[in-house]
Nanobody, 114 residues
Framework: QVQLVESGGGLVQPGGSLRLSCAAS????????MCWYRQAPGQQRKLVAGFTRNGGTNYSDSVKGRFTISRDTDKNTVYLQMNSLKPEDTAVYYCNAKSEYVYWGQGTQVTVST
């Protein structure tokens, strides 16, 4: 069983930055592909950023150039650095670990507003 715990969400003004963290229960990066998703009210959960199986990264067009996914294997933690935030980035952000099984964190709210 993999446990994922997100943190770092909050309220930020447009143009601001936040860094989300996803702490995993154990050394899972060699076995699981890690991604960040988000879900806005009334919308489906969508992929925001993720690692590929060969260690590369991919991003949705809406966040490319503004968000950066990274990981610290010593801390078993994945990060999502979010810069130049826009009101449309407002959503609950979820950490996802995928292999044969799929695991989700509980989510962290990000609100971009004046």
């Amino acid at each position: 069983q993999v446990q994922l715990v997100e943190s770092g969400g909050g309220l930020v003004q447009p143009g601001g930055s936040l860094r989300l963290s996803c702490a995993a229960s154990g050394s899972i990066f060699s076995s699981y592909v890690m991604c960040w998703y988000r879900q806005a009210p009334g919308q489906q959960r969508k992929l925001v950023a993720g690692f590929t199986r060969n260690g590369g990264t991919n991003y949705s067009d809406s966040v490319k150039g503004r968000f950066t996914i990274s990981r610290d294997t010593d801390k078993n933690t994945v990060y999502l650095q979010m810069n130049s935030l826009k009101p449309e980035d407002t959503a609950v952000y979820y950490c996802n670990a995928k292999s044969e099984y799929v695991y989700w964190g509980q989510g962290t709210q990000v609100t971009v507003s004046t």
